[in-house]
Nanobody
Framework: QVQVVESGGGLVQPGGSLRLSCSAS????????MAWYRQAPGKERELVAH????????TYVESVKGRFTMFRENAKNTLYLQMNSLKPEDTAVYYC?????????WGQGIQVTVSS
């Protein structure tokens, strides 16, 4: 059974950086997209960054453009989210997602807190 695990979260001051990682314990075949989502307290889950594996196109929510970068290490099926110039409004639980034609895999989520 595939397990998806995020790591790299924590507490950081405004303006700081964090790098989130996401890895799958098993083999996930036919991935058509990978993404990072986040959910702040009292808010709905929000798509932060998305990569279409077929065309290799990455898109970002407007609020993180120019600050966040998503990239992947194909050989390890590992996904990263480099977050720079963090703001208090980036505080949320961040989730990794692998999507295939037949399944949708989620990590358990990891807390990112931006506060002085």
């Amino acid at each position: 059974q595939v397990q998806v695990v995020e790591s790299g979260g924590g507490l950081v001051q405004p303006g700081g950086s964090l790098r989130l990682s996401c890895s799958a314990s098993g083999v996930i075949s036919s991935i058509d997209s990978m993404a990072w989502y986040r959910q702040a307290p009292g808010k709905e889950r929000e798509l932060v960054a998305h990569i279409n594996s077929v065309v290799g196109r990455t898109t970002y929510v407007e609020s993180v453009k120019g600050r966040f970068t998503m990239f992947r290490e194909n050989a390890k099926n590992t996904l990263y989210l480099q977050m720079n110039s963090l703001k208090p409004e980036d505080t949320a639980v961040y989730y990794c997602n692998y999507h295939t034609v037949v399944n949708n895999y989620w990590g358990q989520g990891i807390q990112v807190t931006v506060s002085s």
